[in-house]
Nanobody, 113 residues
Framework: QVQLVESGGGLVQPGGSLRLSCAAS????????MSWYRQAPGKERELVAF????????SYAQSVKGRFTISRDNAKNTVYLQMNSLKPEDTASYIC??????WGQGTQVTVSS
C-alpha cells in the first residue's frame, strides 16, 4: 500500500533553515508528481510546493517563493523541501501528498525565538 513518511521537522529560530524529507513506498515513485502542503492550527491546509514526476518543473505558493525549494531523488523514492529564511508564520505541520488522496502523517515545524 501507499505510504508517505515525513521527517526533518523541529524547532528553529527565525531566519533558520530546515530540510524536510518524505520517504515514499508502495508505488512507482518516479511516475508521480508530488506535493508538500502545510496546515497551521485553525487554518486551512495550503499547498506549499509541487514537483513533477521527473523533477523538471516546480511551483510554489507565493508566501514561500524564493525561500523554499522542492526537489526529489527518484532513486531513493524521496521528495525534499529545503526551507530557508524561516519565519514564525511558517509554523505548521508539513504534509507530503501524492495524487489520489494519499497523505503522510505530517512533520511539525515550529519557528520561534
Amino acid at each position: 500500500q501507499v505510504q508517505l513518511v515525513e521527517s526533518g521537522g523541529g524547532l528553529v529560530q527565525p531566519g533558520g533553515s530546515l530540510r524536510l524529507s518524505c520517504a515514499a513506498s508502495g508505488f512507482t515513485f518516479s511516475t508521480y508528481s508530488m506535493s508538500w502542503y502545510r496546515q497551521a492550527p485553525g487554518k486551512e491546509r495550503e499547498l506549499v510546493a509541487f514537483i513533477t514526476s521527473a523533477g523538471g518543473s516546480t511551483s510554489y505558493a507565493q508566501s514561500v517563493k524564493g525561500r523554499f525549494t522542492i526537489s526529489r531523488d527518484n532513486a531513493k523514492n524521496t521528495v525534499y523541501l529545503q526551507m530557508n529564511s524561516l519565519k514564525p508564520e511558517d509554523t505548521a505541520s508539513y504534509i507530503c501528498y501524492r495524487n489520489g488522496g494519499y497523505w503522510g502523517q505530517g512533520t511539525q515545524v515550529t519557528v520561534s525565538s
